[in-house]
């Protein structure tokens, strides 16, 4: 059956193939967030995919402030010039990554520095908490129901017409914007001197201290890191999917998550191919198995792995983290 | 020791028990009500978000009143009719509560003189006071209920509709079509609009699915319309492009989605049309609102047409039946036409209990209920019509909407013929 419709089934398969990568590298971008403060505090910040969420957020108050409408504002300036565009894109960019890294670290120093030395569960229980705070936070900003997110990036196809394949600015966005930064992170985590010390930090933070390692404050900027990645994420997505809520941390943040445990938690290209792979299983899942099922194939793909791989794909028994 | 405290406490909780039940007795003999007044009740949210849409239902009710000068005669007797507004909403609460509206109900049950009680306008507030009434004979007539399953068999849980009516007689009708008839006039325009294959999609919900199953159902049963396809989608994700792109592979000429804006409608056109795929889609009235546009943007419906059934016509579009005459005369009373088309289901509802009263000829509760529910061939606002055994409309008259300019404008009037049933 496969065979005797082989041209539009390799066609619609590719397609899914493209679609499911563009999703995935976003949801990576967030699930580095997530594996780089595991691997360093041991701590899942339940609170990482809302501070994705009020990224988002940002990014359309700074398209409202600058005319391209949002938030209840019409759009002032009628058909903005590509340059304005990209301008007021980069902008965002700029003041999103800052402004979640920011966030990312002030909550490390209120919240969870206080609890460096509590019982695990003192610092999980407050992550829940803030993710709680961030989402009404959320709520205040945007309302209750789902937000348009302008359409800046057109859906113009780079591929010929005739291949049926669609790879449009946007997906060239997704790819252009994500594998720099990882690739960029990668590097950072390798070479520079507070990669080392992050990774110093991660295999003993006792030892990492009596070298002379100000601990508290590679965390706090471990934290900010992953932070402006959410921030660079949200963008990227709100310009891809285009709507946005204050829930949207909810589901992106869990599959963030997800991604990170897949991979191997604390392993930055474990997250990588995490989040490759649940974005691949739920496009995949949706058009061949159904759309109500994606979600459940997605975790019984890591309950799988996890069962045969307790480490994740990436993760080792003596592990190297972040 | 703690049988000191307890008895004087059993004592008094007996004693006060005793004074309400004499005092709730004496209340009952008491009232006789008055001989020459017959009363009609409606209870509605007045006060919260809803507050504008039944200050319409409210005026036309009165409107229908106002023009027999409040007064119907029976037989050989003339009745004063007395109408009286009960609020089932709270102001705390800024919405209807079940309190309020038990109360509402036990009112008008307890009062001899009450013959119609017009209500609800929240479906979930008349499953609560239905079995109440239903005890009491009182005929129920609903502006504005929609869900299927309050008159409807195996259209909710298993118990309904019989667990409303614990008499086993009906006393509930409505004057608006249900939700489930909108999935087979939505099938109807799909239609009209040519369509020969079709992908449905639905949010898993009740009143989602329900609507969309039924357009499935008409679809292939009554039109010949291939579907291509069926599919829940889980309102909890973010983006269907996945899903859509499978959509787009199948080729429909129309996209219908049953669910609402709340569970992502706004998402799914925007997706896509992201996806390439330009025919139109269609959904029901749980789309028809501000928040779809605001939620897909204002420039997606340049790209692709978006059309959305509801279930009642706008009032510049009441052109049969009794509709001009109600239009001339609420400018009359009220020195400016209705805004909301709720006004001209509120009319509606005391044009049926003046009818039920004239036709059951005495001030007698069941009486006025059988009248009420044989209501046959009546010329209301929207054209001729008749309540099923159900209490059900068997009128189909929907309004079929679309989008121009960020703003939904009315397309067309949609009316799905069936053989009229009457059986109360």
Known sequence: ?322 | MPFRITLPLILLVLFVAAGVAGLALSDNAQSKGKPDVIKIVSSLPRSGSARGQTDSIVQGLKLALHEVNYQITLGDRTYKLEYQDLDDATAAAGNWTIEQEIANANQARSDPDVMVYVGTYNSGAAKVSMPILNKANILMISPANTAPALTKPNTGDKHEPQCYRPTGKVNFCRVVPADDVQGAVAAQWANEIGAKQVYILDDNEVYGKGIADLFHRTCKEKFGIKVLGQESIDSKQQEFKPLLQKVKDAKPDLVYFGGTTQTKAGQIFKDMISVGLTCPMMGPDGTFETAMIESAGKESFEKAPFYATFGGLPIEELKDGRGPTFIKNFTALYGKPPTEAYAAYGYECGLVALDALKRAGKKDRDAVRLAGLATENFVGTIGKWSFDANGDTDSKVMSGNTVKDGKFVFDRKLELKTSARNSP
């Open chain 1, 1 to 322: 059956m496969i065979f005797a419709a082989d041209s539009a089934f390799w066609q619609a398969f590719t397609q899914q193939t493209i679609d499911g990568l563009a999703f995935g590298a976003l949801i990576a971008l967030i699930a580095l967030g997530y594996t780089m403060v595991y691997g360093i505090v041991e701590l899942i910040n339940f609170a990482h995919g809302d501070l994705f969420m009020l990224g988002c957020f940002l990014s359309l108050t700074i398209l409202a402030a600058f005319g391209l409408g949002g938030l209840g504002f019409d759009a002032t300036v009628k058909d903005p010039s590509p340059v304005y565009v990209a301008v007021v894109l980069l902008t965002c960019l700029l003041v999103a990554m800052p402004f979640c890294g920011a966030l990312n670290f002030a909550v490390d120093w209120v919240v969870y520095k206080p609890l460096r030395t509590a019982p695990k569960l003192a610092p999980l229980v407050s992550a829940i908490g803030v993710s709680f705070i961030f989402m009404n936070v959320g709520l205040f900003w945007g309302g209750a129901q789902d937000v348009n997110f302008p359409n800046l990036i057109p859906d113009t196809n780079l591929m010929s017409a005739d291949s049926g394949i669609r790879f449009t600015y946007k997906d060239a966005m997704v790819f252009g914007v994500t594998v720099p930064l990882m690739i960029a992170l990668t590097l950072f985590v390798q070479y520079s001197r507070l990669g080392k010390a992050m990774r110093a930090t991660a295999q003993n933070p006792t030892a990492a201290k009596l070298m002379g390692i100000d601990t508290n404050k590679v965390i706090g900027l471990t934290f900010a890191i992953g932070g402006a990645l959410a921030g660079a994420g949200s963008v990227v997505y709100a310009l891809k999917v285009n709507t946005i809520s204050y829930t949207m941390g909810f589901q992106n943040g869990l599959y963030a998550f997800t991604a990170a445990v897949l991979g191997g938690i604390g392993r930055i290209p474990g997250a990588v191919l995490g989040g490759l792979i649940i974005g691949l299983v739920r496009y995949y899942g949706s058009a061949y198995v159904g759309e109500t099922w994606a979600g459940a194939l997605i975790f019984g793909i890591l309950i799988l792995i996890l069962v045969f791989r307790p480490t994740g794909l990436l993760g080792s028994t003596t592990r190297e983290k972040v």
